[in-house]
């Protein structure tokens, strides 16, 4: 399974942390707007072949501290063809490079829809007979919402394809709790989730002991991650709100099981910013994403 192979790489990096590639253009340094632009524009164009530059060099100064890269698409497709252009080149490198590549898309709907949804990223799209591979990541994010037969057709192209999928179920934002903290029939909406979540996964374990249908699990919300490790013993957590957002490794510690395994840690703008804290020049960008992410890996081993 998928699972058992991004639980491989956790093991042999000894780190359980994803480095998420959200590149907004603010967060890339000028020297390389100024070349992009120089070369193809001041457009759309440029603005994506700068963020290419920039995850070529997080990438290649980190993929030996980080098991795993988590692009957002959000971040590309408002560059439109050019951006996603550069999201398909970002993630062929990071797998080059032997990296876990979780694609966040948090996809779903009902019926043919959630099917084509599925194939675009998990699956093989069928053109007259031959099959292809639309977008060869390893997992991505997938909304709960549709219910069943929306997660269902994700659950079977991961069973089909080696693939894994991680569902929202209690996200890091602060507004998370308007829908997800709700009661329904004594229980926050998020432990309905979680019940599914473990329903789903239960016929999918690997190896590794974990499953292919994975939870989205909040670091600012740790008395609630508490409670989901226990109702999703099997399914790896997917935890966002490290660092940039508040959350800390004592706040995650809960999120992991007592093998020291059962989650992965975020950081996006805490390596890929990382250049603007301290007494680092811009050309030094990639370094100092090196250095946060091995902190990172300190900081969160220390508590497991």
Request: aromatic share 10%; hydrophobic share 35%.
């Amino acid at each position: 399974m998928s699972v058992d192979l991004l639980v491989e790489k956790i093991k042999a990096k000894g780190n359980p942390s994803v480095a998420g590639l959200d590149p907004k253009l603010d967060y890339v340094p000028e020297y390389i707007k100024k070349k992009a632009y120089a070369e193809y524009g001041k457009n759309l164009k440029g603005a994506s072949e700068a963020i290419w530059e920039y995850n070529k060099g997080l990438i290649d100064a980190i993929y030996d501290v980080v098991p795993a890269v988590k692009p957002q698409s959000a971040f590309y497709e408002m560059y439109g063809l050019y951006g996603e252009e550069v999201m398909h080149r970002t993630i062929s490198y990071a797998k080059e490079k032997g990296l876990y590549v979780i694609l966040d898309v948090k996809r779903n709907d009902i019926g043919s829809t959630a099917e084509a949804y599925s194939k675009a990223y998990l699956g093989k799209v069928d053109v007259d007979g031959e099959a292809y591979d639309a977008c060869p990541v390893d997992c991505i994010t997938v909304n709960p919402f549709p219910g069943s037969d929306g997660v269902k057709p994700f659950i079977e192209d991961c069973k089909k394809y080696d693939k894994a999928i991680f569902t929202l179920v209690k996200m890091s934002n602060p507004s998370s709790g308007e829908i997800q903290d709700l009661i329904s029939d004594g229980e926050h909406v998020y432990e309905k989730i979680a019940r599914y979540v473990n329903k789903w996964n239960s016929d999918t374990i690997g190896k590794s002991g974990y499953g292919a249908v994975g939870a989205v699990v909040g670091a600012t919300y740790p008395e609630q991650a508490q409670v989901l490790r226990k109702l999703m013993p099997e399914s790896y957590f997917l935890v966002p709100g490290y660092g940039a957002q508040g959350g800390g490794a004592e706040g995650v510690k809960s999120c992991f099981n007592s093998d020291g395994l059962g989650a992965i840690v975020n950081s996006s703008r805490g390596i890929m910013c990382a250049y603007k804290k301290g007494n680092y020049k811009e050309e030094q960008f990639a370094e100092a994403a090196r250095a946060e992410a091995i902190r990172m890996k300190d900081d969160l081993t220390s508590v497991l």
